[in-house]
Each structure stands twice: as structure tokens, then as C-alpha cells.
């Protein structure tokens, strides 16, 4: 895809008083970055994250704080926001489940679901296990040791509550996964939600009376909605729902690609499109579950008391290298480890070796052997034509990529031009042909100099400092740092440049 077109992509929204981790820095940051690569490739993109504010967690959370619960919520929700200051977020909307234009749109939702004329909404006596850490019900079949999978504790409650008959929505989905093959990726995760419909689908539990901390169900307001399926329309009031006529609405919304970590994927890919299809709503076009950061083993999270703030990380390391760190090093979809040395290895390998040294070798000797200015070049030989068609290559190889998307892929084929640079400088030597050949010199080093500002271009979305930094030594104007200017504005001979600096410090 190259331009011209709406892009809609979300972060889930947070709950409002977990503790930021890198777990929840992780879905922003790869949001973040893909937003950047579509805005740069000429897009409309729509970006929205936020937090989930309502339940009886958050009801719970308020009271053992002496404060009401929307009182806190305006409190507590400020650490995301906060997080997403820290990260160094793009233009984003931060939407707020207990704002007006939600409650609004889910309450809009509802009534379509509950006035469909196909019976999708009935009222029914509900009895289950409820986790309160987790927000969510259990089977008897599901605990293990009398607890939640997740090892929470669990409660018996029974209720009269609101019903959506997602029993009858199963061909439905399997024929909507049939016909939409990419709704779900990666394919690991699709063949297990394909797997998990096939196997038969209950009726699910869809409003609660036992707490009243939530939007108040339309007509029956002894009723609260079930925080999971309000929260999910927060990515229709992100795009303007219940206006259908708006300009946002039309132009983003089936949105693009919800981002969400792969334990609520079934939330995504089962109920979110049942929902939507009941309210006669057009469903999201994919939705990604990647993995999840680990340490030793079990995943990061704040009810384990094993995460790591990204304040942390960011204070000791840099926002670049982390953001470049967790998006380089697992693979997009799969689980990993976090350990830091894996991250320092990342800052001395890949950033100050090999982009770092780069940069700075080029550019010094631009400085010094060519006054400073971008040397002209002559006719060029054949290992410079590889080295520029590597890099001219790179553009359509990461809109492959960032469509998946495979952030790792995408950098690897960032960093197999930067390896094919640094062979290129020692095979040419140009401090050699300085003395032996300055024209050859002149275009060695303008051929290299082009090549790192492909490289600077296309790292923008993931560092947007760092490639920025290095596209003002490369005296790059900042109308000229989208990608249409990577083929329209190549570097012109004689273009003053600043001296250079050191970009990617070791650690
Ligand atoms: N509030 C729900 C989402 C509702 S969306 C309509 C929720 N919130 S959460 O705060 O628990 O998680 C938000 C996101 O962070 C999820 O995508 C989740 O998968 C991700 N992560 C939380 N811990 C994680 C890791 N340790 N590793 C990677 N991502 C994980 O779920």
C-alpha cells in the first residue's frame, strides 16, 4: 500500500489501574510505529488508545481509596496518559470508557443488538465463577484448584442478567473467517480461534447487577453492561459512533487493525464481530494478537509483581533503543523473554556498531575529504548500483512487512543494508582513494551518504529521534522526510552539512 489511503489502528484500552508495563508499552509502541509508517507513506491514519474504566475492580479500587469511582478514575487514568508521553506517542486520540461519547455509543450499540428482531438479547438467570483480578467469568470446567487459569481466586455469584445468544452466531463467524481469510493474525492465533467456534459457542453473560459502577443498561438501569462489552465499542467511539453521518466515521471506520495481546484475542476475533454483525455494524477488518513479554517464564504483568516500568527502561537506555529493542527483538506474535542484557546487546550491537558506525564514519570523512558538503558523484560501478538498488528495495520490502505486520522483519531487512553498507566502505576503502582516485572517492561516499538517508527515512517510524538526528546531519529538510521523498529528493551535490555527531552512544 503506498499512500492515499484511511488507516484506522488501536491500542486495547488499559485498565485504568493496572500499573503501566512494559507489557501495555509494547501494543502502544508497535501502534506508534506502525501510525508513523502510514502517516510517512502518505496516509490518513486515525490512532487511538485509552483506558478501561468501569467494573467492579475499578469499583472496588475507588472505595479502598476513600475516593468516588469516577473521581479516581480521573486520577489514576493520567498514568497512561503519562506512559504514552513517555513513549513518545504520534498524534493520538485517548479515549476514556467513562466519557459521554461513550457511554453514548455503547449505549447505542446495545439498543441495535436488543432491537435487531432476531432475539440476539434476552434476559436469563446467569450463575458463574467470577474473578474480580481478571474482570472476567469462569466455568466450573475451567478452574484448576478451585481458581481461575490464571490462578486468581474466584467467587460463585448468580444472577439475573442479560444474555447475547452468541450460541447462534457460529456459522455466522465460521463463514466470516472463511470469507476473511487476513481477519486474524497471526495464523497460529486464527487456527485457534477458528478452532476454539467450532467447537460450540454459549450464550454469554453480557450485563451485571451486583455492582452498579458501569453504563447503566438501556431501560432496565438496575443493570450495569458487562465491561467487556462496552469496552469493546470503544474503538467505534473512537472513530465517531453513534454519528454515522461524520466525516470521521465514514472515512475510518470498518477500522483497520485492532493491536491486542494474545490473551484477548477471543474477545476480538468471537465476540467483537458477533456484536458487531448483531448491530448491523461492518466488522473491523483484522485484528493482530501478538505475544506476550516474559520474565523467567511467566507473563509480565502487575498482579504478579514481576513488571518492568517503561520508565525504567527508557530512563537507563533511551526511548529509541527501547522502542527499536522490543520491536526488533521478538518476533511480532510470539512470547520472549526480557533480560538486559538482550537490550544492551541490542544498543552496542545494532545501534552503536553497526547503524551508529555507519553514520559516523561517513560522515566524518564527508566532512574531511569533501569540505563537508555531499560530494558529486560520477559514473557509477557496479557495487555501488547494488548497494543503492539494496536500498531503493527497502520501501516496498517494509510495506510488506509494517501490512502484517512483522516489525522484526522489517528492521532485519533494515539491518541487511546496513551490513551490506559497513562490507561496502571496507571493500571501497574511500580513505585509499582519496589519495588514488578523488572522483571515485567522491561517489563511493555519495553513494553511502544516499544509502544512510534510505536507512534514516525508513528507521523514522521505530526512532523517530535518532533518524531524525541523522537526517540533520544529512542536511535533509523536514518536507523532505516522508517517503515520496525517498525516490523525489535524493541528496544534492554540494548541500552544506553539519558536523557530525555521535548518534547511538554504547551503553
Ligand atoms: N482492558 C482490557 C482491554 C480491553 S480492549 C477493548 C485489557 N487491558 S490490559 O491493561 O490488561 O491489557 C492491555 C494490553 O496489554 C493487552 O493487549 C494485553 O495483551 C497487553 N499486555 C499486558 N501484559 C502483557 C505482557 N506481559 N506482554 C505483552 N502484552 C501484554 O486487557
Redesign the pocket.
Known sequence: MAGGEKFYVTT????VN?APHL??A??TIACDALTRFRRLDGNDVLFTTGT?EHGQKVENSAKAAGEAPQAFCDRVSQTFRTMNTLLGLDTHDFVRTTEERHIRCATEVWNRIANNGQGDLYLGKYGYYYSIRDEAPYDESELINGKAPTGADVEWVEEENYFFRLSAWQDRLLEFYDSHPDFIGPAARRNEVISFVKAGLKDISISRTSFSWGIPVPNDAKHVMYVWIE??C?YLTGAGYPDIDSEKYNKFWPCSLHM??K??VRFHCVYWPAFLMAAGIPVTKRVFGHG??TVEGQ???KSLGNFIPPKTLVDKYGLDATRYFVLRELPFGSDGDFSHRAIVNRINGDLANDLGNLAQRVLSMIQRYCEGRVPKAGAFAVADEALLRAAHELLPKLRAEYAMPAYHRALDHLWAVVGDANRYVDEQAPWALRRSDSTRCDTVLYVLAETIRHLAMLIQPVMPTSAGKILDQLAVPGGQRDFEALAAHPLAAGTQLPRPEGVFPRY
Open positions: 486495547p484500552i488499559y485498565y493496572d507489557g501495555h509494547y501494543t478501561d469496552a469493546l470503544v491486542v495481546g490473551d484477548i506476550w513479554w507473563k509480565m504483568s
